[in-house]
């Protein structure tokens, strides 16, 4: 590590008292010193009334070497150790993300407007592409004006929801225990006393914890991601969200999503032909009775109903996530009574789902 330029941050209970000399503290010390290692923390992390011991130890290579500060959060009779780290990075400013807000009232609202629409320019167009286009311009004007983009700062405080307001009590009246039990000689009844209520306490914790696991898995429509996310969680291993998409291809960095999706549909598409036509002199006898003619430049697609739609439609979950055009499922679910078979005041016979 040391020839990698690595920093090492060795944090435990090594149950070797750092204050009282020994032949094994004096063996330890000499051998961290062989790796220019050192023990930040200097102050007794375990205290009784009769004892005072330093066995939980923060040990590191790093130039940053400052004293480590204990502290007391009742939870323990060890003190928990705090180390104040600089390193070299550049210090960013307050995390902001770019999202819409779905109100009921704004969802009510904007039903409302596509419920107003004749939809006349769309069914007059006899361009399937300019009808569509047409379509997506009133639709996401209406969509943009009553769901706008807002810039929200993002807190990385999190804040442990299961803990109440009889728990902090609970906490600051065993911190005040602790402290009798280290700074005076008590009697067993006493001691028995402080012992059984720091234990209640962690089963406090403990409970408190469950209900709000129960309740964070159970207050969402796809429980088993809860779960999943409730389990991470527990392991340390919490995903981290990254919006800003990049692309590289070659020397081109592509950062539009739409952009991005039509170079993975292309690639996918030239890499099934170059597949085919590496492998079309293997083919076998067997396999191939006649040679099947193709024509590269057409394709058939049986026409699409609008029930069949409907019905994809209505097989969405309903979640509120959505695609580089940030429209929710959920929002679609809400809108396809409102902008399907809509009658042609021109042409009461012509549907808006006719459209060619």
Same mark, same amino acid.
């Given at each position: 590590?040391?020839?990698?330029?690595?920093?090492?941050?060795?944090?435990?209970?090594?149950?070797?008292?750092?204050?009282?000399?020994?032949?094994?503290?004096?063996?330890?010390?000499?051998?961290?010193?062989?790796?220019?290692?050192?023990?930040?923390?200097?102050?007794?992390?375990?205290?009784?009334?009769?004892?005072?011991?330093?066995?939980?130890?923060?040990?590191?290579?790093?130039?940053?070497?400052?004293?480590?500060?204990?502290?007391?959060?009742?939870?323990?009779?060890?003190?928990?150790?705090?180390?104040?780290?600089?390193?070299?990075?550049?210090?960013?400013?307050?995390?902001?993300?770019?999202?819409?807000?779905?109100?009921?009232?704004?969802?009510?609202?904007?039903?409302?407007?596509?419920?107003?629409?004749?939809?006349?320019?769309?069914?007059?167009?006899?361009?399937?592409?300019?009808?569509?286009?047409?379509?997506?311009?009133?639709?996401?004007?209406?969509?943009?004006?009553?769901?706008?983009?807002?810039?929200?700062?993002?807190?990385?405080?999190?804040?442990?929801?299961?803990?109440?307001?009889?728990?902090?009590?609970?906490?600051?009246?065993?911190?005040?225990?602790? +402290?009798?039990?280290?700074?005076?000689? *008590?009697?067993?009844?006493?001691?028995?006393?402080?012992?059984?209520?720091?234990?209640?306490?962690?089963?406090?914790?403990?409970?408190?914890?469950?209900?709000?696991?129960?309740?964070?898995?159970?207050?969402?429509?796809?429980?088993?991601?809860?779960?999943?996310?409730?389990?991470?969680?527990?392991?340390?291993? *919490?995903?981290?969200?990254?919006?800003?998409?990049?692309?590289?291809?070659?020397?081109?960095?592509?950062?539009?999503?739409?952009?991005?999706?039509?170079?993975?549909?292309?690639?996918?598409?030239? *890499?099934?032909?170059?597949?085919?036509?590496?492998?079309?002199?293997?083919?076998?006898?067997?396999?191939?009775?006649?040679?099947?003619?193709?024509?590269?430049?057409?394709?058939?697609?049986?026409?699409?109903?609008?029930?069949?739609?409907?019905?994809?439609?209505?097989?969405?979950?309903?979640?509120?996530?959505?695609?580089?055009?940030?429209?929710?499922?959920?929002? +679609?679910?809400?809108?396809?009574?409102?902008?399907?078979?809509?009658?042609?005041?021109?042409?009461?016979?012509?549907?808006?789902?006719?459209?060619?």
């Amino acid at each position: 590590m040391q020839s990698k330029g690595k920093n090492i941050f060795l944090c435990g209970d090594w149950n070797i008292n750092f204050l009282q000399r020994s032949t094994k503290l004096l063996e330890l010390q000499n051998l961290l010193l062989m790796y220019n290692l050192v023990n930040t923390v200097k102050t007794p992390t375990r205290i009784t009334h009769d004892t005072s011991t330093l066995i939980d130890v923060m040990i590191t290579n790093s130039s940053w070497k400052k004293l480590t500060i204990t502290y007391d959060l009742g939870y323990s009779d060890h003190l928990a150790q705090v180390a104040h780290i600089k390193i070299d990075k550049q210090v960013l400013g307050p995390k902001t993300i770019e999202k819409r807000q779905f109100t009921e009232n704004a969802i009510e609202e904007f039903i409302h407007f596509l419920q107003k629409e004749t939809w006349d320019q769309v069914l007059l167009l006899e361009d399937v592409n300019k009808s569509f286009n047409a379509f997506m311009t009133t639709f996401m004007c209406h969509f943009n004006t009553l769901f706008p983009t807002k810039t929200f700062f993002l807190n990385n405080k999190k804040k442990n929801k299961w803990m109440t307001k009889g728990l902090i009590v609970s906490r600051n009246r065993l911190r005040t225990l602790n +402290v009798l039990k280290r700074s005076t000689k *008590i009697s067993g009844e006493l001691l028995r006393y402080i012992n059984k209520y720091q234990l209640t306490y962690k089963t406090l914790i403990t409970e408190a914890k469950k209900r709000e696991n129960i309740r964070f898995i159970w207050s969402s429509k796809n429980k088993t991601k809860r779960i999943w996310q409730v389990i991470n969680k527990e392991n340390g291993k *919490i995903p981290s969200n990254n919006s800003n998409i990049q692309l590289r291809n070659n020397a081109e960095v592509v950062t539009d999503p739409k952009i991005i999706t039509e170079k993975f549909n292309s690639f996918f598409i030239n *890499i099934v032909n170059e597949f085919l036509n590496k492998n079309i002199s293997i083919r076998t006898q067997q396999t191939f009775q006649h040679d099947i003619k193709t024509c590269p430049r057409s394709m058939f697609a049986p026409p699409v109903t609008e029930n069949e739609i409907e019905k994809v439609i209505n097989k969405l979950k309903g979640k509120s996530s959505a695609g580089f055009d940030e429209i929710p499922e959920f929002l +679609v679910k809400r809108c396809t009574h409102h902008i399907k078979k809509t009658p042609n005041p021109y042409n009461p016979n012509l549907e808006f789902s006719q459209i060619k």
